[in-house]
């Protein structure tokens, strides 16, 4: 496969498997729900004829059992069951996986073919059309439309819509405890029943009498759903058939547009005729008989019945005049007169024009703009020098300069834009893993999501994708009770998780709720101390918000692993680190009983991002924005060691002194006054001793690259407008090896 | 046993299980004449009711049950 096809393939499917996913969710909420079937079906059908393209009989296989199934459940001859949903959702489960190896190895995996065969058996259990195509498919049926009278129980019946089933049973099934009769009789909805021998009977006196020599024939009323199902027991012995009780419709054949304006255009010529209703009404009628065939081939049914009530009352002129209207606007859009979806639909789709865009180029587009907003910074910078030179040209570099921010500005802004995606794409998992993990943990949640439209940076939001599926387990495992627990605490024996998304302070804001057993401060405390995490002394002094966030210690989820659910770990510290690595917060509040709530804060974009710097040993450094609380100045001798930490008063709290060029090891002059930044880390609020600050800057951050990639003391470098290049630190990072006494 | 025969007629009354079959079959084949009196019975196995519509014995009562009714009737003819 050419690699744009498989790209188009795998991006197409990825986009049916997610509908598919979305559908069958809520069609095992609304088990009767049309357009989830449709949806459904439409899904696994356009999946269906992707695969055919590419010749992956595998999904082509699995798929085609599954739309027959569900084409089932669209004529209502049988719902959506729970277990059902688990088989689609497996296949869908699988697909995904196969998907995914295609991308990667550009063909399906070995074993495809195996496991399709494994869940089309799966799927055929629900098969109701299997009934009828297995060893008894070639029963006739014809019996069924000249059952005698007197095999009727209620003659009444037989103008119903009716079910045959025909029942040739095993010869020996005697032997293995069945009585067909018996299960004919037990037929559901059974208002007819025929009994013969299968062939022409032996004589009495060679009768073998264990033997099974009768066939049974029955009708019945009830759904073909019921019938089968109560029949699938003896699948190959039984054939199910559903008795057609009228003869469908010939759906006209469908002219083609311009077939249609050519007959309306002619129509209406003879409409615009002189003396129609006076002396050429046989004209009018035959254009108006046009018309109608014409509306009726198009299948257009509301202009349909729009011209059925205009032509009834054609008496005047005027009339005329509104029926030419009427086929005037019919040439122009014969859409038009079609009310409601089928019009809305298309004034959805006909505004707007989409172009599909790979995401590396997107990036890659940001990252030119990115080093051209640098760029132009170095511009500004030239026109500061340029001004020992001349003022003139100064001036002129730097309204040139501000002519290309105001442009690289907004090229950024658009770019930026290009990149904002909803967090519907990463909520629209949310519901299956709930689903999945109710499953699994026997517990019921209702998980609710509110500001699935709030926009953020892509890459802010595949960043959030595994800690909101941690978050969620974690809710799940540990949040909610089993239902009798939560009946006896006077709760809904349904739990509740409630996901909010929505924009504060130009940051994106996720909570994630649940009204479960909430975090038992004390057990936190007690488990820290287990595991060697904090000191017993540590424990009585931690204030409850401060206990809480033990729950975010690495040591603490190592422990939390050995216990949990099907070896799921549930992690909390890779949560908050992958928050803290896009530039984001999470805070946690529990109460005991009443629930747990995790808020993470993200900024919107990761793009461009604010940086204060500090100059060490003359070297500029780069502190994220978010993590500066104040820089101050202090003299050295209000500097106290408190063991062997240098500690210094703060808003009347102590805060540990560190240095950077220790933690950086660089040699440092000392100096009377210090340059402190307060930050704010994990801990808490500690102090960081620089040389001196320097100004804020919107940078640019790039990931280093190369040999400087396992440097784990920088997140990121950044170019500036002198085209020298800033370091960001990575204070958590530094700090953490530095032990604070 | 849930038939009793006499000389002319098999009694049917209940239940007639498959265990009735063999001296059913057995009874008909002895007594060609022999009638059958169903209107007792109230279940008849599978194994019974071939062995009936194979022999077609003359129905001296007709069961009350409408099926069993059917079902004899259906092959009779």
């Known amino acids: 496969m050419a690699s744009s096809l498989i790209d188009q393939f795998v991006l197409e499917s990825g986009e049916s498997l997610s509908e598919a996913s979305d559908a069958l969710l809520e069609l095992e909420k609304n088990r009767n729900d049309p357009d989830a079937v449709d949806r459904l079906f439409r899904a696994l059908h356009t999946l269906k004829g992707n695969a055919a393209l590419f010749d992956l009989q595998a999904i082509v296989n699995v798929t085609h059992i599954a739309e027959d199934i569900l084409d089932t459940i669209r004529k209502g001859q049988q719902e959506m069951s729970s277990p059902l949903a688990d088989v689609i959702f497996s296949v869908i489960d699988h697909i995904s996986a196969w998907v995914a190896a295609i991308e990667r190895d550009g063909r399906l995996p070995a074993d495809a073919a195996t496991v399709s065969d494994e869940l089309r058996a799966r799927l055929r259990e629900f098969s109701i059309h299997d009934m009828k195509s297995g060893p008894a498919a070639a029963a006739d049926f014809a019996w069924a439309s000249e059952v005698p009278a007197h095999a009727w129980l209620d003659i009444a019946k037989q103008d119903q819509p009716l079910i045959a089933v025909l029942y040739t049973p095993d010869e020996g099934c005697f032997y293995s405890g069945d009585d067909p009769l018996q299960i004919m009789r037990d037929l559901p909805g059974l208002c007819a029943l025929q009994v013969e021998f299968r062939a022409a009977p032996p004589a009495l006196q060679d009768f073998e009498i264990y033997t099974c020599h009768l066939k049974f024939m029955a009708l019945s009323t009830f759904p073909l759903a019921e019938v089968a199902a109560y029949c699938r027991e003896y699948k ?76 009834d009352n054609i008496s005047h002129e005027n009339d005329l005049a509104t029926l030419r209207q009427f086929v005037s606007s019919l040439l122009e859009d014969p859409q038009a007169g079609q009310a409601g979806e089928q019009t809305g639909k298309r004034a959805e789709t006909s505004g707007k024009k989409f172009l599909q865009v790979e995401q590396s180029r997107i990036d890659q587009l940001l990252n030119l703009i990115g080093e051209m907003a640098a760029a132009r910074n170095n511009l500004q910078y030239l026109a500061e020098h340029a001004e020992k030179v001349s003022r003139e040209l100064s001036l002129e570099l730097k309204d040139r300069a501000a002519l290309i921010e105001h442009i690289t500005q907004e090229m950024q802004d658009i770019a930026v834009g290009f990149r904002m995606t909803s967090l519907s794409s990463i909520f629209k998992r949310l519901p299956r893993l709930v689903r999945d993990l109710s499953k699994e943990l026997d517990r019921k949640a209702r998980l609710t999501i509110e500001g699935g439209e709030t926009e953020a940076d892509r890459h802010v939001i595949d960043t959030l994708s595994e800690p909101l599926l941690h978050m969620l387990r974690n809710s799940m495992a540990h949040g909610i009770e089993p239902s009798d627990e939560r009946t006896a605490a006077g709760k809904h024996p349904t739990g509740a998780i409630h996901i909010k998304a929505y924009h504060h302070n130009n940051q994106l804001i996720i909570e994630v709720e649940d009204d479960g057993r909430g975090i038992p401060v004390q057990k936190v405390k007690n488990k820290a101390l287990a595991n060697g995490i904090v000191s017993t002394e540590e424990a009585e002094r931690m204030s409850d918000t401060d206990a809480l966030q033990l729950i975010f210690h690495s040591g603490f989820s190592m422990a939390e692993k050995v216990t949990s659910l099907s070896g799921r770990g549930v992690g909390m510290d890779v949560v908050k680190s992958t928050v803290e690595n896009a530039g984001g917060r999470i805070t946690i509040h529990s109460e005991v009983g009443v629930g747990t709530r995790f808020t993470l804060a993200l900024p919107l974009f990761i793009a461009a991002a604010q940086m204060m710097t500090v100059r060490v040993a003359e ?27 240098e500690t210094f008063v703060y808003r009347d709290s102590i805060l540990p002194l560190l240095r950077l ?69 990575n204070l958590e990072e530094l700090v953490h090896g530095h032990q604070i006494h | 046993m849930a038939i009793k025969y006499t000389d002319e007629v098999a009694v049917f009354e209940g239940k007639c299980t498959l265990h009735e079959a063999e001296p059913l079959h057995a009874w008909l084949k002895k007594t060609p004449q022999g009638k059958i009196d169903l209107s007792g019975c109230q279940y008849l196995h599978t194994a019974v009711l071939q062995v009936i519509l194979v022999a077609r014995p003359a129905v001296a009562a007709a069961p009350a049950d409408a099926w069993l009714n059917a079902c004899l009737a259906n092959d009779s003819g």
């Open chain 1, 619 to 645: 070297q500029l450094f780069g502190i994220p924005m978010q993590q500066v609380q104040q820089s101050l100045r202090i003299p050295r001798k209000s500097i106290r060691k408190i063991k062997k930490t």
């Open chain 1, 236 to 311: 190959d012995q039984i054939a199910v058939k559903e008795l057609a009780t009228e003869i469908p419709e010939q759906s006209p054949e469908v002219l083609d547009a311009t077939t249609f304006r050519q007959i309306m255009s002619a129509q209406l010529k003879i409409l615009e005729l002189p003396n129609l209703l006076a002396g050429n009404q046989s004209r009018l009628n035959a254009a108006l008989q046009n018309i109608a065939n014409a509306l009726a081939y198009m299948k257009l049914d509301a202009a349909r019945e729009q011209f059925a009530v205009m032509q």
């Open chain 1, 661 to 729: 060029h220790a933690l950086l090891d660089i040699p440092a002059a000392e100096q009377d006054d210090m340059a402190v930044m307060i930050v704010r880390l994990h801990h808490g609020l500690v102090g960081l001793a620089v040389d001196d600050f320097s100004n804020p800057v919107e940078v640019v951050i790039k990931p280093l690259s190369g040999i400087l990639k396992t440097v784990s003391n920088f997140s990121g470098s950044a170019l500036l407008a002198d085209g020298s290049v800033l370091l960001v630190l």
